[in-house]
């Protein structure tokens, strides 16, 4: 008995708390891309995604049509299947007329000779050339099975507590062989109870040809149907090889000597050609073989989970894992151990909605499958539920998974076959996907898991992702990034504060009493006004501007804080509150006349304006029976309202800025206004206080944009959103007919991005493009 068996104890893992579930996660999902009519889609791997040889995320599995989703390595479970959603809105964002289709068994299918090798070109010669022998040896058919694959490891510190709390081994690296390799045996043996969760390939539509499922399934209208079966996937009518894999799995070297021997006996062409639902994965470094990560591959793709797997289904498949770790093992896992253990799980397979379905325990003894199913669950909670303190995912998990196992009307398996039998194969299936890229569509502003991230930063990652750039978030707060790409290596902060532009440049755009005086000297019209560096003085002043439209606001300020706009400015006590407000964000502030026309944002990017924007005021529009207090509530209940930059419009305010609006109409927060009044809360048309942004690029005279492209050169800077006042964007620019306000150092790009009305301008791809991270090139799409 090897003593890797008895290395650790119940009172050792348990010692250890709830730093039992640190360790690392990916996810690795694969999907056939098909039409509109649930059939395999004929064209290339999408060329938005760029290269398929060198795409950290996006790349293709057996055919062109199968494409590949791969998280990176994720420091908790719910971080990977937020990427893995991430990864599934891009492909919906930006693949027109295809969907993904979301079961593991094949969709309508051409023939074998028609389904399409995955090409690589030069640089994937021995890609295509595997392929090509996996399509003669299991059929193409076969390979267009897909399925969820779960990466797990050890956090290293979980791994040193543990190596700490046994006696039995020196070394630590012989420890991490011996846990990894328990984990391994004892999951292959369970392997059959996973089925009875993640099994949800019961049928296969008739165009999977070659199969034996005509054999063994009824047939009925189009679709091979066996009411018994859990997963066809995992059946001996799935992904499996042509004979039972048997493996030394007593040490990696013993595990390699086991790979070799089916190589060189011709069972296999390549270590991954070995299908078992569980893998240990090496690396090379140093011209050695290195020990990476196990690699769970009996999850079947869930059509009712829009990334094609659960939450819950990945908690408890990981607390499966941890039970392996601390499970006992009393008997040695042979030649006849692991051919019994699989034979349990093509048993469970193909059999597993039978209540009478028997499998054989350790002691090669035939019970009924829902009594072994008991007994583990029971081991099982007795071994693991001290994880559940402080953490109800694990605990909801593992319950929801009980009563899935305990209830066969409550497993995906079933709930799938009933939606066939009502709706048909291919319409079920259909309606699944197209119920997922409505909701990919409708929450393409959102980079799951960073919701707490400013918006424009979401946006700037996800399209660092589609783009093959890996993410380092190194200041989460601060939403500082570090983009890598082969070579090119790239710091942002807050989407648009980038090394493009010069520390100076940054201070020159915050300082509005400086960029005024720059632009001046440009020969580019700005506001007039005085600063003042004290309240007394602007107070004093009050007769200077008493009578006349003026804008008090802070000397260096963003988002339009502390801004307040005077139409008329008769009140003596209402402009100096405003010139308090002002003085509360800064030490100076500036007055100024207030221009006549409509404010634009105009974005630049380099020497080229890649959006303009209208923004309308926060306003309302009465409807004869609210107040405005209660349409202000209504309209911020729109999802795409919220509060610190994180959606693509804010919510109105009802604070002393808005009140001081009002009331220069005659109006309060309480006032009813007239069915189909618009009344507006604000002067200043900032998104962030509330306002509504129209895109206007395709509208704006060519003048304007030279003039804001020759104020970011006279200010020296890369990255900036100018402010302008245009009386009539269609009229050439002339002095008195515009106006600069101001010039921002760290523009929001969602506004552009997500406009409340008009065309989605990807300022997202433009800053990347400026950073040098240029996208995929368009390619004619080949059928």
Known sequence: MNQSFH???????KSIGKAMLQGWFGLEKENVRVNAKGEMARTSHPW????????PYFTTDFSESQLEMITPPQESISEACDFLKVLNDLFYENVEG?????????????????????????????????????????????QMISGMHFNFSLSESLLRRLFAAQSGMASLEEFKEQLYLRIVRNFLRDRWFLLLNSGASSSAHESFEGCCLKESCAADNGVYSCPEALSMRSSPFGYTNREHMVMDYSSFQAYDASVQRLIEEDFVSLE???????????????????????????LDLNPFSSAGVSKDMLYFTHLFLLYGMMKEEYESFGPEQQLQASENQYQASVKGMNPALELTDSSGKKQAAGSLAEALLKDMEKKVSFLFEDNLCYREAFEKSKEQALNPEKRAAYR???????????????????????????QAFRFHGKED????????????????????????????????RGKRE???????????????????????????????????????????????????????????????????????????????????????????????????????????????????????????LRRVPANVQGDGRRTIRELVEEKNQDPLRGKGYRTPLERISLGEAEQIFLSGQGFCFETVPEKGKVVYLRENSNISTGGDSI??????????????????????????????????IRQQAAPGNYSVIEMNFNPAIHIHCYPYVGKNRRLNASILDALGFPAAKMKEQQT
């Open 48 to 55: 938005v995604f760029g290269n398929k040889n060198t795409h």
């Open 695 to 728: 895109d206007c690029t395709d509208d704006v005279s060519q003048s304007y944009k030279d003039l804001a492209v020759k104020a970011a050169r006279a200010m020296g800077v890369k990255i900036t959103g100018l402010d302008m006042i245009i009386k009539d």
């Open 490 to 612: 790239e710091y942002v902060v807050q989407a648009t504060k980038t090394s493009l532009d010069t520390y100076s440049g940054v201070l020159k755009m915050e300082n509005k009493i400086v960029t005024k005086d720059i632009l001046e000297q440009a020969g580019i019209s700005v506001p007039a006004g005085e600063s003042y560096s004290d309240a007394g003085s602007a107070k004093a002043d009050f007769p200077l501007h008493e009578g006349k439209a003026v804008v008090i606001k802070p000397k260096s300020t963003n988002f339009g804080l502390g801004i307040t706009i005077l139409k008329e400015n008769c009140d003596r006590d209402v402009y100096e509150r405003a010139v308090e407000i002002a003085f509360q964000h800064d030490r100076s502030i500036l007055v100024e006349e207030f221009v006549e026309g409509k404010e634009h944002r105009i974005f630049v990017v380099g020497d080229q304006v890649v959006g303009i």
């Open 416 to 442: 799938v076959r009933q939606e066939i039998l009502a709706k048909g194969y291919v319409e079920f299936h259909m309606e699944q996907a197209r119920k997922a890229r409505q909701l990919s569509l409708e």
């Open 272 to 298: 991954k050609e070995i299908y078992l639902p569980i893998r240990l994965k090496f690396v090379e470094k140093d011209g050695k073989r290195i020990f990476s990560h196990l690699e769970v591959r009996i």
């Open 98 to 142: 295809e969907y993904l289709w979301p079961q593991s068994m094949p969709p309508v299918l051409p023939s074998s000779d028609e389904i399409p090798i995955a090409q690589y070109g030069e640089e994937g010669r021995d890609k295509e050339a595997y392929r090509n022998y996996l399509g003669r040896v299991y059929g193409r058919p076969m």
């Open 7 to 13: 290395i650790l104890n119940g009172k050792d893992f």
């Open 453 to 484: 991230m400013e918006l424009s930063t979401q946006l700037l990652m996800k399209e660092a992702v589609l783009r093959g750039i890996r993410i380092d978030i190194m200041d989460r707060e601060e939403n500082f990034l570090r983009l890598l």
